[in-house]
């Protein structure tokens, strides 16, 4: 069946209290495009300790998730000019449009009819997380669903999401060519280490010339070198991507800048209720600065810590509404 074209999202200007002051977001004058994944997330809390094992009590959540979505959303929350490009299945169009709508977004999203929109499942208990994932639609997400006026008025484009980055070397490089296309500055979440071992470290690391922030965790920097020493891995990266900035948890953050010493900043303490989310949070966070202020990389993590802490503190990926 043939394949619609994306859908922008218009809306008048206008967004939750505190984000408008006399007729303009507060901090007007930067735009961000974040291309990546927007998924249905199934979020459960149970006692469960196994397979097998039946719990009625088990909490279930339902939300809209997404690498791509959640920092778009963040992002907004932070009143910031952005706009979002994905993939979502053909029912679902208007469901996401308008949860990206309230959070402050324009949504570009597309949708293939024969692909249904990707779902994450996320399940806690008492020792942990585990998540599982569908790729959907975000996995066909590539540079031709960016829309070229789009990338020509952003400062910078963000590229998110394990299932829009699975889709290959070569995908992905032609997603960082497109986001250079225009003037914007261009960063890349790489968001899943499996992803990285299933692209290729190397293969991997090639394709991302053009890149001016990278913005891996810990298991995803090492993935990428093959190294076992964290600062040793930043280094390494830096020899292809001039800014990393490693997300290490509870262990704050790891900056590496080429031809400096990595540079540490702790994690602004948090009462965690739910991890997912705090990773495209602390990027929102850290962009929005970081696109005012290049050169205080320090002061942009340390922002981005904070609205990490502030995701931390509730159940699903994105701002409460």
Same mark, same amino acid.
């Given at each position: 069946?043939?394949?619609?074209?994306?859908?922008?999202?218009?809306?008048?200007?206008?967004?939750? =209290?505190?984000?408008?002051?006399?007729?303009?977001? @507060?901090?007007?004058? +930067?735009?961000? !495009?974040?291309? &990546?994944?927007?998924?249905? &997330?199934?979020?459960?809390?149970?006692?469960?300790?196994?397979?097998?094992?039946?719990?009625?009590?088990?909490?279930?959540?339902?939300?809209?998730?997404?690498?791509? #979505?959640?920092?778009?959303?963040?992002?907004?929350?932070?009143?910031? $000019?952005?706009?979002?490009? #994905?993939?979502?299945?053909?029912?679902?169009? /208007?469901?996401? $449009?308008?949860?990206? $709508?309230?959070? &402050?977004?324009?949504?570009?999203?597309? /949708?293939?009819?024969?692909?249904?929109?990707?779902?994450?499942?996320?399940?806690?208990?008492?020792?942990?997380?585990?998540?599982?994932?569908?790729?959907?639609?975000? #996995? +066909?997400?590539?540079?031709?669903?960016?829309?070229?006026?789009?990338?020509?008025?952003?400062?910078?484009?963000?590229?998110?999401?394990?299932?829009?980055?699975?889709?290959?070397?070569? @995908? !992905?490089? $032609?997603?960082?060519?497109?986001?250079?296309?225009?003037? *914007?500055?261009?960063?890349?979440?790489?968001?899943?280490?499996?992803?990285?071992?299933?692209?290729?470290?190397? @293969?991997?690391?090639?394709?991302?010339?053009?890149?001016?922030? !990278?913005? %891996?965790?810990?298991?995803?920097?090492?993935?990428?070198?093959?190294?076992?020493?964290?600062?040793?891995?930043?280094?390494?990266?830096?020899?292809?991507?001039?800014?990393?900035?490693?997300?290490?948890?509870?262990?704050?953050?790891?900056?590496? @800048?080429?031809?400096?010493?990595?540079?540490?900043?702790?994690?602004?303490? =948090?009462?965690?209720?739910?991890?997912?989310?705090?990773?495209?949070?602390?990027?929102?966070?850290?962009?929005?600065?970081? *696109?005012?202020?290049?050169?205080?990389? #320090?002061?942009? *993590?340390?922002?981005?810590?904070?609205? *990490?802490?502030?995701?931390?503190?509730?159940?699903?990926?994105? %701002?409460?509404?």
């Amino acid at each position: 069946m043939p394949q619609e074209g994306s859908v922008p999202v218009s809306r008048p200007e206008h967004t939750r =209290a505190g984000r408008v002051v006399a007729g303009r977001r @507060r901090g007007a004058g +930067k735009r961000f !495009l974040v291309v &990546g994944d927007v998924l249905d &997330g199934v979020l459960v809390q149970t006692t469960a300790q196994g397979m097998g094992v039946h719990d009625p009590a088990a909490v279930i959540r339902h939300r809209p998730t997404g690498a791509g #979505g959640n920092t778009a959303a963040w992002l907004g929350w932070l009143g910031a $000019e952005v706009d979002v490009v #994905g993939r979502v299945g053909v029912d679902d169009v /208007y469901r996401h $449009e308008r949860a990206l $709508e309230d959070a &402050g977004v324009r949504a570009h999203l597309r /949708y293939d009819a024969m692909t249904s929109t990707g779902v994450v499942v996320s399940v806690r208990n008492d020792h942990g997380r585990t998540a599982m994932s569908d790729p959907g639609a975000s #996995g +066909k997400t590539s540079a031709v669903d960016v829309p070229p006026s789009v990338v020509a008025r952003a400062d910078i484009v963000h590229l998110t999401g394990a299932a829009m980055l699975g889709g290959g070397a070569e @995908r !992905l490089a $032609e997603l960082i060519a497109c986001a250079r296309t225009g003037p *914007a500055r261009v960063s890349l979440d790489p968001s899943s280490a499996a992803m990285i071992d299933a692209v290729g470290a190397s @293969r991997f690391l090639d394709a991302m010339t053009g890149v001016d922030v !990278l913005f %891996p965790s810990r298991q995803e920097a090492l993935a990428l070198t093959g190294l076992t020493d964290v600062d040793a891995a930043v280094r390494r990266i830096t020899a292809v991507v001039p800014l990393v900035v490693v997300t290490a948890g509870a262990d704050g953050v790891l900056i590496g @800048r080429r031809g400096r010493s990595v540079q540490r900043v702790p994690a602004t303490p =948090a009462t965690v209720v739910d991890a997912i989310g705090a990773g495209d949070a602390f990027v929102a966070g850290f962009l929005r600065a970081w *696109a005012t202020d290049p050169v205080r990389v #320090g002061a942009a *993590a340390r922002e981005g810590t904070r609205v *990490a802490a502030r995701a931390l503190g509730f159940v699903g990926g994105r %701002p409460p509404v």
